[in-house]
């Protein structure tokens, strides 16, 4: 009888969309290459079922949290003071872990987890002869920051002792995450680039067409929506003061914007003939796919689908309370993958309009060559072969699609 792996990836999801679609990619991408392997996903995020999974891929939903504008946490729903709410999820993600017996755990960005909650997880797994790997995004933040952050999280000994890989879904071309930070030599030798993650439309999965959507547009998209007030603004005052503007735009103000700015932005996009807008649209990659640009502020998974779907991408990057958008955007526009569009506090709708007039004729990343750019699925999967493989013995066991 053949051994089946399972693999359980932690998404500590405290604000915004970025991490659960990126282990959602991840997730679906595996379950896909190999036959023998079920995927169970740990996430704080309050819209995870809202995504769909296919087969041999469920999750656990962690009570949530939500950052503070100080920048602490507090609980999402729960009537619970946070150091209740971190130790209830400590033990939820522990006992998952206990009962799951995974052969393979991996960790989304935090080498700890929120607030060190899955410390406990990654030493128990690590006496098990679980494989523990991080996963990281190609920024993190400005190099000296993420240095002091991690001096205070205890981060660097956790990636010496208690981590076999370090995986970095990315490219040192465009940025090395782990450049200037006191890594040791050992930590240096178990990293690896994997090149960005692909992203694709689900296949079989029926896609309404969402309300008001018509072409050709620009697609609009704040992400999460918890920090996308500004860019939002200035897209909506780029086409009331130039109503001309000859493509529209389609809104995605993010689910996570607070509810009396969703109906301010609504109340003006009704007013606007080219403007139509929606909270939330899980299926952002088909919208995406068919449109003429992407205006965004770059964070991590739109840019993987922006790159994935070659379309020409105006960036107006956040620079609080992390510099992980705004170097992401200004590298990529060094490289020629975008344009990156000043300071949304300066709000010039001029500025912004123009911007949106030129978007559909300025060139695709396609036109820039990186080898090895969009490899981060693949080269995710032989990874993921290699240490599955070493632990059942056989060679290439139960792995379809398989490519080197």
Known sequence: MRKLSRLLIY??????????????????????????????????????????????????????????????????????????????????????????RPDVFLVDKEPLGMKGEVRD???????????????????????????????????????RDLYDQVWVYGLPEVFAPLDGLPI??????????????????????????PAGLKSPYVLVTAGGGGDGEDLIDWVLGAYEHDPDIPVRAFVVLGPFMPANLQARFRDRARRLDKVAMTTFEPNLESIMKRAEGVVSMGGYNTFCEILSFDKPALVVPRAVPRMEQHIRAARAQELG????????????????????????????????????LLDGLPAIGRLLDDWLDAASGASHLSVVGKTH
Request: hydrophobic share 40%.
């Open 11 to 100: 998404s500590h999801d405290s604000f915004g969309l970025g991490h659960i679609r990126r282990t959602r990619a991840i997730a679906h991408s595996l379950v896909a290459r190999r036959d023998d392997l079920s995927v169970l996903i740990l996430s704080g995020s309050p819209v995870v079922g809202s995504f769909e999974f296919c087969g041999r891929i469920d999750f656990v939903r962690i009570p949530g949290v939500v950052k503070l504008r100080h920048g602490d946490y507090a609980s999402y729903s729960l009537d619970m003071g946070i150091e209740e709410i971190m130790t209830l999820r400590a033990e939820i993600i522990r006992r998952t872990a206990e009962v799951f």
């Open 121 to 159: 997880t990654l030493t128990m797994l690590k006496a098990q002869g679980t494989v523990n790997i991080l996963g990281l995004r190609d920024v993190m933040d400005d190099p000296g920051q993420l240095a002091d952050e991690w001096d205070r999280k205890s981060a660097i000994p956790a990636l």
């Open 184 to 209: 040791p030599a050992s930590v240096t030798a178990k990293t690896a680039y994997t090149g960005y993650i692909r992203r694709s439309t689900l296949q079989g999965v029926a896609k309404p067409r």
């Open 337 to 372: 993958l975008l344009t990156m569009l000043g300071d949304a506090k300066q709000r010039d709708p001029r500025r912004m309009a123009q911007a949106i007039r030129n978007l559909p004729s300025q060139p695709k990343p396609s036109q820039v060559s990186l080898p090895g």
